[in-house]
């Protein structure tokens, strides 16, 4: 999905991906041989071509900076795939082909895990490469009808100049939240000497909502009975309950996104609650590891409430991907492969505002 939001100005020279099926679906909508389906522990210098490129951007495993996660943190199994990706960038500095500029992708846990030294190891880990860091919280709500922050850490060499514009003095509220900021204020004093306050317009006003993004007639889910869209609802505190009757009694056509979440029943024993919200936007998409994680809709057509899965198209949808992207048959596989990705247009977005001037700048200043 980082693919599909760079293209068409960025040429691909290398991918890679430990999973067989999500590499799968790669292949089968890029149709190239520049992905390595490998773990990225496997990677050398001897398998990347032989260039120094513009842009390395990585999306490493968030499970252990989750806050659903163990808690971890970058040494964790999972997102400890970071320091195999970092010596994959060591070994190119090392090799005089220092990509210019790194972005990598991750969840805003990443800024408070081990109390904030997770994200400062971030920082000085490519600090010690060469490079100046700036991070920007992007919510993809802005692009897409679902609620999705995500963390940007955004790296260029410590020796390339800057053109005006692309940073500024301090934080702004439009990227930089209040855990940022703090995560900030964690960092050594060498480490804030070089940081980088980007700077970046923001996008225009988002037209679509989640009512826009339904299938009417889906075909990798089917329509709940009566009696589960009944138990649905009998699911919900007082205070759901009431957001569904006010969507009947308005009269016309609502969509909500619903999460099945654990919560302390009257006894204080753990009970399964549904929690619906009618902002036409959704809740975040995660990877599917149990029932509980899939989300659910709930089409209120006056007096009619059916419910359902979210379609496979529609977390494509949710992630800024055409319907002309291929998506894996089988229903998991393609929920999981939207659910671990990163929305599309939010990547467009950075690469036009913030990457691809960036480029061009450090190129003229070169080469004069």
Same mark, same amino acid.
């Given at each position: ?12 020279? @290398? ?21 390595? &389906? ?7 210098? /001897? ?12 999306s490493f495993p968030c499970q252990d900076l989750s806050l659903a996660g163990g808690g971890a943190g970058l040494r964790g ?11 994959? /960038? ?11 500029? $790194? ?14 030294? +997770?994200?400062? *190891?971030?920082? *000085?880990? @490519? ?49 930089? &939240? ?11 004093? +060498?480490?804030q000497r070089d940081w980088i306050w980007w700077a970046m317009d923001p996008p225009r006003s988002r037209k679509t909502g989640? $009512? ?6 889906? &075909? ?24 569904? +009757? ?40 995660? &990877? ?12 209120? +057509? ?41 929305? *599309? ?13 960036? $480029? ?7 080469? *004069?």
């Open positions: 999905m980082a693919r599909a939001g760079l293209t068409p100005e960025w040429s691909c020279a @290398f991918a890679n991906d430990f999973d067989l099926k999500k590499s799968a679906t790669y292949r089968s909508n890029w149709l190239g041989d520049e992905l390595l &389906t490998a773990d990225v522990r496997k990677v050398t210098l /001897v398998d990347l071509p032989a260039i120094t490129p513009d842009l390395v951007w990585a199994d999972r997102s400890g795939a970071f320091w195999p990706f970092w010596s994959i /960038v060591q070994d190119l500095v090392e090799a005089d082909r220092s990509p210019t500029i $790194i972005a990598l992708e991750n969840v805003g846990g990443a800024l408070t895990s081990h109390r904030g030294r +997770d994200f400062s *190891a971030i920082v *000085a880990a @490519f600090s010690k490469l060469g490079y100046r860091t700036g991070a920007m919280v992007i919510d993809a709500e802005l692009f897409v009808p679902q609620s999705r922050p995500r963390l940007f850490f955004i790296c260029v060499k410590a020796d390339h100049p800057l053109r005006s514009g692309f940073t500024s003095d301090g934080p702004s509220d439009a990227w930089h &939240t209040p855990s940022l900021m703090r995560a900030h204020e964690m960092l050594g004093v +060498d480490l989640l $009512i826009d993004i339904i299938e009417e007639h889906p &075909t990798s889910v089917a329509w709940h009975s009566s009696e589960e869209t009944s138990r649905l609802l009998r699911m919900m505190v007082p205070l759901h309950r009431r957001k569904v +009757d006010r969507a009947v009694q308005s009269g016309r056509r609502h969509v909500g996104a619903i999460y099945r979440r654990t919560r302390p029943g009257p006894d204080g024993e753990p009970i399964q609650r549904a929690e619906v919200r009618f902002d036409d936007v959704s809740g975040c998409l995660r &990877t599917p590891t149990g029932g509980s994680s899939r989300q659910l809709l709930l089409i209120v +057509d006056g007096n009619q409430i059916r419910s359902r899965l979210i379609s496979a198209r529609e977390t494509a949808r949710l992630m800024g991907l055409p319907d002309s992207y291929l998506l894996p048959a089988r229903y998991n596989e393609a929920y999981h492969l939207t659910g671990d990705g990163v929305v *599309a247009p939010l990547v467009r977005h950075l690469s036009n505002q913030l990457l691809l001037p960036l $480029i061009q700048g450090i190129r003229a200043r070169i080469a *004069a």
